[in-house]
């Protein structure tokens, strides 16, 4: 049972160039989020999809935008990557859209925006 | 902004002793849960406490809610050196659909 797989595990891009983070999930959960972390703040909320073909916006979503292609998967896309986009990004899941069970993560993307 | 808040910001104990983190924030929740991050890892889930109840203990791992006081604690007792990770409280609120994780408190086991 894999869980919660993301790829890829690090990327470096430049400034301007677009790319697209890859999630997917095996546990047949409804709800998926894309979180960033951050040195001293957490992880603070992009995206979420509370279930297939919907999505809504988190705490920070400028300049990113989202995909819910089916159950299984949710990708994050950045457009125009910029500096302040480097970061440690979490994809996770959960049962329900008011989570009372608990959110699995996947274990990261390292993103570099030089 | 964060809702939730953990404090201290760092904590290093010796193995065997026990080890308390809080974890404050602002507005009315369904739930407050407990999560681990190893380094260069993902989120662990530890534990979930209702807003209906005061405690609830796991293991090793005793979780309070006070909601009176808009607060949370979670204690490890006799700590292993496994333990060293950085410990997350996220809040769900009643007001705001969404899972709100607070900056972390670092933990460091010392054999």
């Known amino acids: 049972n894999a869980g919660v797989t993301q790829t890829p595990k690090f990327q470096v891009l430049k400034t301007g160039q677009s790319m697209t983070l890859q999630c997917a999930q095996d546990?047949?959960?409804?709800?998926m989020y894309w979180y960033r972390q951050d040195p001293g703040m957490g992880l603070r909320l992009i995206y979420y999809?509370?279930?297939?073909?919907?999505?809504d916006k988190g705490e920070v979503p400028n300049g990113y935008n989202v995909s819910r292609l089916n159950k299984r998967e949710f990708s994050l896309r950045l457009e125009s990557a910029a500096p302040s986009q480097t970061s440690v990004y979490f994809c996770?899941?959960?049962?329900?859209?008011?989570?009372?069970?608990?959110?699995?993560f996947g274990q990261g993307t390292r993103l570099t925006v030089v | 902004s964060q809702q939730g808040e953990e404090d201290p910001q760092a904590l290093s104990i010796q193995e065997g002793e026990n080890a308390t983190m809080n974890c404050s924030y602002k507005?009315?929740?369904?739930?407050l849960q407990w999560y681990r991050q190893n380094s260069g890892r993902g989120l662990v889930h530890l534990i979930l406490?209702?807003?209906?109840?005061r405690e609830k203990h796991s293991g090793r791992l005793r979780v309070t809610l006070d909601t009176s006081k808009k607060s949370s604690s979670l204690l490890i007792t006799a700590s292993r050196a496994a333990d060293t990770a950085s410990y997350f409280c996220?809040?769900?609120?009643?007001?705001?659909?969404?899972?709100?994780f607070g900056p972390g408190t670092s933990l460091s086991v010392i054999p």
């Open positions: 999809s509370a279930s297939e073909g919907t999505t």
């Open positions: 996220a809040t769900d609120r009643t007001s705001y659909d969404k899972v709100i």
């Open positions: 996770a899941s959960s049962e329900q859209r008011r989570p009372n069970t608990e959110a699995f």
């Open positions: 507005t009315s929740i369904n739930n």
């Open positions: 406490i209702r807003s209906n109840e």
């Open positions: 546990m047949n959960h409804n709800s």
